[in-house]
Each structure stands twice: as structure tokens, then as C-alpha cells.
């Protein structure tokens, strides 16, 4: 796998391996986050979330893990596919608002 | 089909001549929200609306309203548009402090 700082706006992986994009959050009184993964031309699409009272949430194939000492988040994707080429945004939702705040995004391209 | 609709999809206007951009969603979602979406600075949150008659400004509201009549409809009116509006826009939805659920875009032009 790769791993990057916090945001590089680009990541290129091979086929295959794991990807890791991280993201760095601004308000520590955000309890909620959420990844979106953005193809060209279609709006985001949910991947996976997780509240503040854990630390990690796995779904299929991708894993988000969150360290609130350092307000930091991150999204392994495991077995990184074509399909998983796009742009991949953070948000953070501070406690008890309707407010959304988004990460500038990490485009993820695959090399078969 | 669980749905959030936006139109129209692709729109060329000219300065100053009002336009409403309708957004719609089919889940019974009390949150939604419009965002503009431009290259180097990513999505940022114009309005957002907590439930019928309940909204309020994200961090880019200037020049923009919207309205939140009913549950499932919120419009995105430019009164007065501008060439800095030109922009890629997204419509969501979702149940309160939940995952958003976005639109297909709807990309603006002012000339």
C-alpha cells in the first residue's frame, strides 16, 4: 500500500494494492464524517461514515479510521480497483448544525 | 427509485436575468442543501434547510436564495446572476446528521 500526507492532491496506485487517503479536519467540535467519492462528471457518492464516539468503521473493501487528538481521518481502500479511480473528499459535520464542510479531495488513479 | 433530481442539467444564462435552478428529492429527507462545486476550491455549502420553512446560509450565500415550501423541493434562485457564479452545482439530502445524498449537478454558465 501507499500511504500519504496529509492532502496530496493527487495518488497514484497499482492495481491491486491498497490505497490510504488522508484528510485533515478543521472544527473540534465536528462529531460526524463522512467519504464521498466523486467520478467525472456525477456527483458525489457516499462511501462510508463514522461519529465521533468510534475510532474505526470498516465496510466492504474500505476501512475509515478517525484520530480525534490530532483531527485526523483517513480511508484505506483495500484491493484498489480501476473502478476505484475518481476524486475522494472528507467532510466534516460540526455537532448540532446543518453545516457540511468538505476537504479539497485527493484523486485516486489506478495503473492496471 | 430513491432519488434527488436537479434541473435543469446544463444552462447558459446572460448577467442579470433571473433563474431558478429546482431540486428535488424522493426520500422524505428533512436536510437539504445546495453546494458549488469550482476547481482548486471544491464543494462549498451555499444554503441548507433543517426542515420545511427552516433554512439557513452555508459559507457561500451571497447572491443566491432559496425557499423550502415543501418537504421534498428546494429551489436555488440567482436573482441577479453574476459571471462568478459560473459553476458547477450539487442539491442533497438526507435525514438529519446523516449521510447526504447528492444530485446529478447542474452546470451554470454567466455570461
Excluded at chain 2, 446572460?14 to 426520500?27: A, E, H, I, R
Excluded at chain 2, 441577479?80 to 452546470?107: D, W
Aim: aromatic fraction near 10%.
Amino acid at each position: 500500500g501507499e500511504s500519504v500526507g496529509l492532502h496530496l492532491p493527487t495518488l497514484s496506485v497499482q492495481e491491486g494494492d491498497n490505497s490510504i487517503i488522508n484528510c485533515a479536519y478543521s472544527n473540534s467540535a465536528s462529531d460526524y464524517f463522512i467519504w464521498y467519492k466523486q467520478e467525472s462528471g456525477k456527483g458525489p457518492q457516499f462511501i462510508i461514515d463514522i461519529r465521533s464516539n468510534m475510532d474505526k468503521r470498516q465496510g466492504q473493501r474500505v476501512t475509515v479510521l478517525l484520530n480525534k487528538t490530532v483531527k485526523h481521518l483517513s480511508l484505506q481502500i483495500a484491493a484498489t480497483q480501476p473502478g476505484d479511480s475518481a476524486v475522494y473528499f472528507c467532510a466534516e459535520n460540526p455537532s448540532n448544525t446543518g453545516k457540511l464542510i468538505f476537504g479539497q479531495g485527493t484523486t485516486l488513479q489506478v495503473k492496471p | 427509485e430513491a432519488q434527488v433530481t436537479q434541473n435543469p442539467r446544463y444552462l447558459i444564462t446572460v448577467t442579470g436575468k433571473k433563474l431558478t435552478v429546482t431540486c428535488s428529492q424522493n426520500m422524505n429527507h428533512e436536510y437539504m442543501s445546495w453546494y458549488r462545486q469550482d476547481p482548486g476550491l471544491g464543494l462549498r455549502q451555499i444554503y441548507y434547510s433543517m426542515n420545511v420553512e427552516v433554512t439557513d446560509k452555508g459559507d457561500v450565500p451571497e447572491g443566491y436564495k432559496v425557499s423550502r415550501k415543501e418537504k421534498r423541493n428546494f429551489p436555488l434562485i440567482l436573482e441577479s446572476p453574476s459571471p462568478n457564479q459560473t459553476s458547477l452545482y450539487f442539491c442533497a439530502s438526507s435525514k438529519l446528521h446523516n449521510e447526504q445524498f447528492f444530485g446529478p449537478g447542474t452546470r451554470l454558465t454567466v455570461l
